[in-house]
């Protein structure tokens, strides 16, 4: 095919995609306005209107749900991932990847977060920008590719999952497992302004830190499990502090970082604590080793712990998931979004690492050339996600569809 003829062709996906934005729009409030909060992590009714209109559109969505005792072990309520198959033609098969699930909306949303409210440009709720609004640019992307009406080498697919909060294995995880998917290339759920080919991994383990129950006003006969718990996470938020010293070389990703999120723990304000639990996240750079950076904190931990007479301590791995990393096999992908979203949004945009971790990472682990890039602003701070007024600005999510459709129609031409 010549340059003008893909630059024709990059013009009516456009113009279809002008044409049809009002639309677009309105899918995306739909989307919006069927909570997924996980926890609980009930997702299937808002897979069930998902698949609803995209039927509207002509679209067979298939419905896999994940049997419930799988569900329930992760500590869901229901699991129900939609694949939708469009083949063109022999050749490559490009899955375009977002997922439904969300932290709860929590306090101070000046927009109701199940509203899909339309204010100065920008489109509010949870999931607006992370990642409902790429259900909305990659169904629409899809369907200008349709308008054209020509021949295509390949297959483009839909993946919309339900996993990505809990780490992706009942999402991503379990459609390729189950040998529902193999495609050559994915673009998972992102953000417009760059083309993410790396990103962090991360470690989540709960530490249970068991001492003795006492009388307040006999405190010698216990042992404080929080005095204990104070004592190791000084020494966790030490080890925060040296990880500063430790660099990337994958630009836009700096060090490696500790976060201790959640603690609960003690039974009354008079009674020695017998028992804290706490919650830690360790995001990992792609340059280090997940089983020794696994290790090295149990064992920081229960060195700490030992010195604390009568301590004992549980640790327990609630998630592993690994680093993206950038492979050659990506460069296709990667150049075909960079040029199109330059040309569309008349700024150079970059290919960059990201701080983040992803179900993106499950379809390189099966051997797919994936990146991240999708509806949203430069940062995940300016779009509020998993904050309150979490938003996308709709021009952003018009032209990141009119990307998305252009690079999927290089790749299969």
Not at 52 to 81: D, K, Y
């Amino acid at each position: 095919m010549s340059s003008n003829q893909q630059a024709a062709l990059h013009a009516r996906l456009d113009t279809w995609v002008n044409d049809h934005f009002a639309e677009e729009t309105r899918f995306l409030q739909e989307m919006v306005r069927v909570p997924t909060d996980t926890p609980p992590g009930n997702n299937a009714p808002h897979a069930e209107r998902a698949a609803a209109l995209l039927a509207e559109f002509g679209l067979v969505a298939e419905t896999h749900p994940v049997p419930q005792a799988e569900v329930r072990a992760a500590g869901l309520e229901s699991v129900t991932n939609l694949i939708v198959r469009r083949r063109f033609g022999d050749g490559p098969t490009i899955a375009l990847n977002a997922h439904g699930d969300v932290v709860p909306p929590g306090e101070g949303w000046q927009h109701p977060p199940y509203g899909g409210v339309i204010e100065d440009g920008k489109l509010y709720g949870r999931a607006a920008a992370v990642s409902k609004s790429d259900f909305a640019s990659f169904t629409f992307a899809l369907r200008a590719l349709e308008a054209l009406q020509i021949p295509l080498a390949g297959t483009v697919e839909l993946h919309f999952t339900y996993d990505e909060e809990f780490g992706g294995e009942l999402g991503p995880g379990w459609l390729l497992s189950h040998g529902l998917s193999k495609p050559d290339y994915v673009i998972a759920a992102g953000f417009s302004y760059q083309v993410v080919t790396a990103h962090n991994g991360c470690l989540q383990m709960e530490v249970t830190v068991q001492g003795k129950m006492a009388h307040a006003a006999i405190p010698h006969t216990g042992v404080d499990a929080l005095a204990g718990a104070v004592t190791i996470l000084n020494a966790l938020y030490g080890e925060n502090i040296r990880y500063r010293g430790i660099s990337s070389q994958v630009q836009g990703i700096t060090h490696p970082y500790l976060n201790v999120g959640l603690i609960s723990g003690g039974t009354n304000t008079n009674v020695v604590p017998g028992k804290v639990v706490f919650k830690l996240d360790r995001r990992m750079i792609p340059e280090e080793n997940p089983a020794q950076v696994e290790a090295t904190l149990r064992q920081l931990i229960e060195q700490t712990a030992a010195t604390v007479p009568g301590l004992q301590v549980e640790i327990r791995r609630m998630l592993l998931a690994h680093a993206l990393t950038p492979t050659p096999a990506i460069e296709p992908l990667a150049a075909a979004l960079q040029s199109n979203a330059s040309e569309v949004f008349g700024e150079t945009i970059p290919a960059l690492g990201s701080p983040l971790y992803t179900d993106a990472r499950l379809y390189a682990k099966a051997g797919a050339a994936v990146v991240l890039y999708g509806a949203g602003p430069r940062t995940v701070l300016e779009s509020n996600a998993k904050r309150a007024d979490e938003n996308v600005v709709l021009e952003d999510l018009r032209r990141a569809t009119q990307v998305i459709a252009r690079a999927v129609l290089d790749l299969l031409t």
